[in-house]
């Protein structure tokens, strides 16, 4: 405490000390009035010459900085407002070359208010490529921490690092992984592939409390109760430390998967969307779409968030959206023939022509595409002979459908045009499963009588590479149906199978593990890309250890996968 906050409780006593002791008995009405006025303007002014005001009348920043989607001359940069009145703010914001703030390059004001639920975001351009560069906000006498970030770069880079994330759960765990990303000083930016949040509350694996307990009875039913629903689950995810430090250190690049709205969602709705008690499919969608613009650093209004980003004549990173831009109703039974419909799409005409576009125009070396769901096909209907999941095997072969596989025409039409026009260099991230998967990516449907010219010794066949990030937090396999059978599940799933079986059920897949947390670093030179699979040793702390698991790369030109005999990056 200082020394003016020390002597605010001698002022509050200071009338009743003077008038009892001091002045006869006719004249303390007078003067007790007159002190108390006296002493109500000097309490008032100590307050606000002190850290008691901060809190009351001065903003505060306690969700942050971040910064995202980098150009090779602009950047994202964003924050939020939190204080106690419902009046707009004035923010300013500097860019400098330095941490100390002092060599400014750019600078500029604004005003935030309820509208955008006092975030800040400000495409701050006019930069150079490929620097690193440091952002603070000032409301009032209020300065933000200062934020790091780097734009991209431009010419021929000699290496790109990114790490790769999806599934952050608040309510199954801490996001432990983002601490160990925030310490890499090497990377170039943080990739989430969705799931940024969750709109239930039910789970909890005994790691932190989340919402306030009225969350789980009220349900909003129009769009302004649905964007204070959203809004509210922004701002707790962004309390945790480790989302603030890794958001503080690198700038994000950012797509939403389902749970940014509802699960398993698609243009038109969801399963879990019920219109009769929570009101228009669009209006909740609307909603969604603008929490996320609001507290995301991502560029634009999010109205469309498919979009290209170049990384110089390296990288190309394609972004879709396969949820909600043009993805039809998932097919919720394998057996059901409508699944081979030509016509169904996971992206929507537009969407679809704008992506092989982009595949067949791209000079960059490596055309990296970042996805939400599993792109290849993943064969589990061979585990209901071997007693493994029991009756549970339906399940799991039909909630693949929410993936690519559930879309076999579409994904048919893409590996086509890569094959046709002789496409290399396509790698695919991918998550939503909640598991660490890599694949060689070839043409192969059944349905079809499509020959299958895939050579899993060599790769021959193969057309493209998948890598697969686990969750942030987000329950594995083991945390849903028990350690001993995921591990079962996970040691058969890609190896050759006893009599009766007598075969690799997915010998394209060669990486997997079904129960880590954690990310991949993907590492890209103008002869190699790679990804390195890093796993946390709990999501139950905060601050816990990391080990690297595996690493597989495809070289140029070679479009299949080999794993890296080195242990360490």
């Known amino acids: 405490?200082?020394?003016?906050?020390?002597?605010?409780?001698?002022?509050?006593?200071?009338?009743?000390?003077?008038?009892?002791?001091?002045?006869?008995?006719?004249?303390?009405?007078?003067?007790?009035?007159?002190?108390?006025?006296?002493?109500?303007?000097?309490?008032?002014?100590?307050?606000?010459?002190?850290?008691?005001?901060?809190?009351?009348?001065?903003?505060?920043?306690?969700?942050?900085?971040?910064?995202?989607?980098?150009?090779?001359?602009?950047?994202?940069?964003?924050?939020?407002?939190?204080?106690?009145?419902?009046?707009?703010?004035?923010?300013?914001?500097?860019?400098?070359?330095?941490?100390?703030?002092?060599?400014?390059v750019k600078s500029g004001e604004l005003i935030t208010d309820r509208?955008?639920?006092?975030?800040?975001?400000?495409?701050?351009?006019?930069?150079?490529?490929?620097?690193?560069?440091?952002?603070?906000?000032?409301?009032?006498?209020?300065?933000?921490?200062?934020?790091?970030?780097?734009?991209?770069?431009?010419?021929?880079?000699?290496?790109?690092?990114?790490?790769?994330?999806?599934?952050?759960?608040?309510?199954?765990?801490?996001?432990?992984?983002?601490?160990?990303?925030?310490?890499?000083?090497?990377?170039?930016?943080?990739?989430?592939?969705?799931?940024?949040?969750?709109?239930?509350?039910?789970?909890?694996?005994?790691?932190?409390?989340?919402?306030?307990?009225?969350?789980?009875?009220?349900?909003?039913?129009?769009?302004?109760?649905?964007?204070?629903?959203?809004r509210k689950r922004y701002a707790v995810s962004h309390l945790d430390s480790n989302l603030q430090h890794a958001h503080q250190q690198l700038p994000f690049i950012n797509i939403w998967d389902d749970h940014e709205t509802v699960d398993n969602a698609h243009k038109d709705g969801s399963y879990m969307h019920d219109p009769q008690s929570h009101g228009l499919w669009e209006d909740r969608k609307a909603a969604a779409k603008q929490a996320y613009a609001e507290w995301l650093p991502i560029r634009g209004d999010a109205s469309r968030i498919y979009r290209s980003l170049k990384f110089g004549n390296l990288m190309e990173l394609i972004l879709l959206d396969t949820r909600l831009e043009g993805r039809d109703p998932q097919i919720t039974n394998a057996a059901d023939n409508r699944l081979y419909d030509e016509n169904r799409t996971i992206l929507g005409n537009t969407q679809r022509q704008w992506l092989l576009q982009k595949l067949s125009s791209s000079t960059a070396t490596w055309k990296v595409i970042g996805n939400q769901v599993i792109f290849s096909d993943f064969h589990v209907e061979w585990a209901a002979g071997t007693g493994l999941f029991a009756d549970k095997i339906q399940q799991l072969e039909n909630n693949l459908l929410d993936y690519w596989q559930g879309y076999p025409a579409e994904r048919h039409k893409l590996l086509s045009h890569i094959e046709k026009n002789k496409i290399n260099n396509v790698v695919i991230l991918s998550a939503s499963m909640h598991c660490a998967l890599a694949f060689d990516v070839f043409e192969s449907d059944e349905k079809k009588n499509t020959p299958v010219t895939y050579v899993p010794a060599t790769g021959k066949g193969s057309l493209a590479v998948e890598f697969a990030t686990p969750s942030i937090s987000s329950a594995n396999f083991d945390e849903k149906i028990g350690f001993y059978t995921a591990s079962a599940f996970e040691a058969s799933i890609n190896t050759t199978l006893p009599l009766p079986f007598n075969m690799n059920p997915n010998p394209h897949m060669k990486f997997v593990d079904l129960d880590q947390h954690g990310y991949f670093i993907l590492e890209l030179t103008q002869q190699r890309a790679k990804a390195s699979w890093y796993f946390v040793e709990s999501v139950l702390v905060p601050i816990a250890g990391e080990e690297l698991a595996e690493s597989w790369y495809t070289d140029k030109d070679q479009n299949h996968l080999q794993q890296d005999a080195e242990k360490r990056e």
């Open 1 to 104: 405490m200082n020394r003016k906050q020390g002597r605010l409780p001698l002022l509050v006593k200071l009338p009743s000390i003077i008038v009892n002791k001091i002045m006869p008995q006719q004249y303390r009405y007078i003067i007790t009035k007159s002190l108390f006025i006296l002493t109500l303007i000097c309490f008032t002014s100590t307050l606000s010459n002190s850290n008691y005001g901060q809190g009351i009348d001065e903003p505060l920043f306690t969700h942050g900085v971040a910064s995202g989607d980098p150009l090779p001359n602009a950047v994202i940069i964003w924050t939020r407002v939190s204080r106690h009145t419902l009046s707009p703010v004035t923010v300013k914001w500097t860019i400098a070359k330095d941490k100390k703030m002092t060599q400014v």
């Open 115 to 230: 509208s955008t639920d006092y975030t800040v975001k400000v495409d701050a351009a006019g930069l150079l490529p490929a620097t690193d560069y440091y952002y603070q906000f000032k409301a009032g006498h209020t300065l933000s921490v200062v934020g790091k970030t780097k734009t991209a770069p431009l010419g021929n880079p000699v290496k790109l690092q990114f790490a790769v994330v999806s599934c952050s759960n608040y309510a199954e765990g801490y996001f432990t992984a983002l601490d160990k990303i925030a310490a890499r000083n090497t990377l170039d930016a943080v990739i989430h592939l969705g799931d940024y949040i969750y709109e239930g509350t039910q789970r909890n694996f005994n790691s932190r409390a989340v919402l306030d307990s009225e969350e789980t009875t009220i349900v909003p039913s129009n769009k302004a109760e649905w964007l204070a629903y959203y």
